[in-house]
């Protein structure tokens, strides 16, 4: 059944955190949602050879608190059986969204004809999603970005395709693939987007506050606001955006959460680095952050970097800064 929301959420526009490698993890989803604000939550890319090769219970990547019903699980492939299996897969664990990553510019993945990749290769990306749709029977969506520059006359097709083939959603980063994150994402590509794919599209890219994010809805008529770096750097953003009176979040607290969330949900040997990712991230915004970050980089345990996130929020407690940092480019 064509959903007429993102996800098929009822809410007009949905706003949604963005998958991301290392950081879209229970732990950090969970502090979301105490934030609130947030509607709809990605995993992080799930690998779907490692999915179909590696014993479910055992995998870091499908940790989920019970409370997260819905959570949208990204998958990453080139290969269309795969890509079937891992979705079918998903959905024998209950899993009732499932989105295909065709966005993703990391090398790595591209020299495997993975995420963006597919953008280049039309017939393979019609054969995932095929297999995908076929396997799967839950809410199918799918995240790109405006492909390659060179194969710019086949965008308009290739969003035609994810329509045609049963995508219900549409998640687009407006930015080229050689563009990484260089330059400002391209909004004015949303609308258009939409008009190709036939289906709900939600925006994405450089929401970094309150105010982008309503300026996105209003310049591209977007169905839905999917943010990521912001999120990271300003974990309390989803609650600013619908709830302009909230107070500013603490970011002493958010890691004293933090901490606490990552034993709760992640084992042991993942804490310390998930700890060293969102830092790097929540540490732009903050006066001084690159010394809280240096200071949580260098540490050897958990215990060690707590330590010295303690120290440096007690020598230096307006670190807080309410202005919106540039993110840094990865
Ligand atoms: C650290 C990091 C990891 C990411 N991992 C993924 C991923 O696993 N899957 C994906 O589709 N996009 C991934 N992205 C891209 C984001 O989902 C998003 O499209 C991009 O960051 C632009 O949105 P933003 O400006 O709100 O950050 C990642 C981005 C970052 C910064």
Same mark, same amino acid.
Not at 85 to 110: K, Q, T, W
Not at 130 to 150: D, Q
Not at 197 to 206: C, F, Q, R, S
Not at 240 to 253: H, L
């Given at each position: 059944?064509?959903?007429?929301?993102?996800?098929? !959420?009822?809410?007009?526009?949905?706003?949604?955190?963005?998958?991301?490698?290392?950081?879209? !993890?229970? +732990?950090?989803?969970?502090?979301?949602?105490?934030?609130?604000?947030?509607?709809?939550?990605?995993?992080?890319?799930?690998? +779907?050879?490692?999915?179909?090769?590696?014993?479910?219970?055992?995998?870091?990547?499908? =940790?989920?608190?019970?409370?997260?019903?819905?959570?949208?699980?990204?998958?990453?492939?080139?290969?269309?059986?795969?890509?079937?299996?891992? #979705?079918?897969?998903?959905?024998?664990?209950?899993?009732?969204?499932?989105?295909?990553?065709?966005?993703?510019? /990391?090398?790595?993945?591209?020299?495997?004809?993975?995420?963006?990749?597919?953008?280049?290769?039309?017939?393979? #990306?019609?054969?995932?999603?095929? #297999?995908?749709?076929?396997?799967?029977?839950?809410?199918?969506?799918? &995240?790109?970005?405006?492909?390659?520059?060179?194969?710019? /006359?086949?965008?308009?097709?290739?969003?035609?395709?994810?329509?045609?083939?049963?995508?219900?959603?549409?998640?687009?980063?407006?930015?080229?693939?050689?563009? &990484?994150? &260089?330059?400002? /994402?391209?909004?004015?590509?949303? #609308?258009?987007?939409?008009?190709?794919?036939?289906?709900?599209?939600?925006?994405?890219?450089?929401?970094?506050?309150?105010?982008?994010?309503?300026?996105?809805?209003?310049?591209?008529?977007?169905?839905? =606001?999917? =943010?990521?770096?912001?999120?990271?750097?300003?974990? @309390?953003?989803?609650?600013?955006?619908?709830?302009?009176?909230?107070?500013?979040?603490?970011?002493?607290?958010?890691?004293?959460?933090?901490?606490?969330?990552?034993?709760?949900?992640?084992?042991?040997?993942?804490?310390?680095?998930?700890? &060293?990712?969102?830092? !790097?991230?929540?540490?732009?915004?903050?006066?001084?952050?690159?010394?809280?970050?240096?200071?949580?980089?260098?540490?050897?345990?958990?215990?060690?970097?707590?330590?010295?996130?303690?120290?440096?929020? /007690?020598?230096?407690?307006?670190?807080?800064?309410? @202005?919106?940092?540039?993110?840094?480019?990865?």
């Amino acid at each position: 059944m064509p959903a007429t929301t993102p996800f098929g !959420h009822p809410d007009d526009c949905p706003l949604v955190l963005a998958p991301m490698a290392e950081l879209s !993890h229970a +732990a950090f989803r969970m502090m979301l949602r105490r934030f609130g604000g947030c509607d709809v939550f990605f995993t992080e890319m799930l690998s +779907a050879g490692r999915l179909v090769r590696e014993p479910a219970h055992r995998s870091v990547f499908l =940790i989920q608190d019970p409370a997260e019903a819905g959570l949208v699980h990204q998958i990453v492939g080139g290969d269309p059986e795969l890509m079937g299996r891992a #979705a079918a897969l998903l959905e024998s664990r209950g899993v009732a969204r499932v989105d295909l990553n065709m966005g993703c510019a /990391a090398p790595r993945l591209i020299a495997k004809g993975q995420g963006v990749a597919l953008m280049r290769d039309p017939d393979r #990306a019609r054969a995932v999603v095929t #297999a995908v749709r076929r396997s799967f029977g839950g809410h199918l969506s799918a &995240k790109i970005r405006l492909g390659w520059a060179e194969h710019a /006359a086949g965008l308009p097709d290739f969003c035609r395709m994810l329509g045609a083939e049963g995508v219900q959603t549409v998640t687009v980063h407006p930015r080229w693939q050689h563009e &990484k994150f &260089k330059g400002r /994402a391209r909004w004015d590509y949303i #609308a258009r987007v939409s008009q190709w794919a036939g289906v709900p599209v939600v925006g994405n890219g450089d929401v970094l506050t309150a105010g982008d994010a309503h300026r996105l809805r209003a310049e591209t008529g977007c169905d839905g =606001i999917m =943010i990521g770096r912001g999120a990271a750097m300003r974990p @309390g953003l989803f609650r600013e955006i619908v709830d302009p009176a909230a107070p500013p979040a603490d970011p002493a607290a958010i890691l004293a959460e933090f901490i606490a969330l990552l034993e709760r949900y992640l084992p042991a040997e993942r804490r310390l680095s998930r700890l &060293k990712i969102f830092t !790097h991230w929540l540490a732009q915004p903050l006066a001084f952050g690159h010394s809280l970050r240096t200071r949580v980089q260098s540490a050897d345990s958990l215990a060690e970097a707590r330590d010295r996130i303690t120290a440096f929020f /007690a020598a230096c407690p307006t670190g807080a800064s309410g @202005g919106a940092a540039t993110p840094d480019r990865i």
